[in-house]
């Protein structure tokens, strides 16, 4: 069985971490700025995408299911949560500095029924938003 979308998500942000990699969150970024521009139907947006489902051999889908939903021609297209997992994707791609923070945030239910189901992990979660604890008082002048 092929990873899920969700852990080659993870382990994109996990490269993009690790040092002497500097250059692959620029390559994202740049991969996720052209599926931007060039949209859901474009050879850029595959390119993106291609990046997070397991390949064997190369430019081959392990699970053709997994492609399909990202390209959103599994009929998901409109869905508005599967839209909503494909945004937060590409959003969450050019993000500079914080992209590891946030890249796999809203991202984990796009498996949902896919083989593997979903994989819910405490680390898809932004430090600055688990430890959020109190409310924001507002400053008085």
């Not at 500095?97 to 984990?108: C, I, K, P």
Request: charged share 25%.
């Amino acid at each position: 069985m092929a990873k899920r979308i969700i852990e080659m998500v993870r382990a994109k942000k996990k490269s993009m971490l690790t040092k002497g990699n500097a250059g692959e969150g620029t390559r994202n970024a740049m991969l996720a700025s052209a599926a931007i521009h060039g949209g859901v139907r474009s050879a850029a947006w595959r390119n993106y995408m291609m990046q997070f489902i397991e390949q064997d051999p190369l430019g081959k889908p392990v699970d053709q299911r997994q492609l399909d939903r990202l390209l959103a021609t599994d009929g998901t297209l409109g869905d508005p949560q599967m839209d909503i997992h494909r945004a937060y994707m590409l959003g969450n791609g050019p993000c500079a500095t914080t992209t590891t923070d946030t890249f796999t945030l809203t991202v984990d239910t796009i498996d949902f029924d896919l083989p593997g189901g979903t994989s819910p992990d405490p680390t898809d979660f932004p430090a600055h938003v688990r430890s959020v604890g109190k409310r924001a008082t507002r400053n008085r002048y």
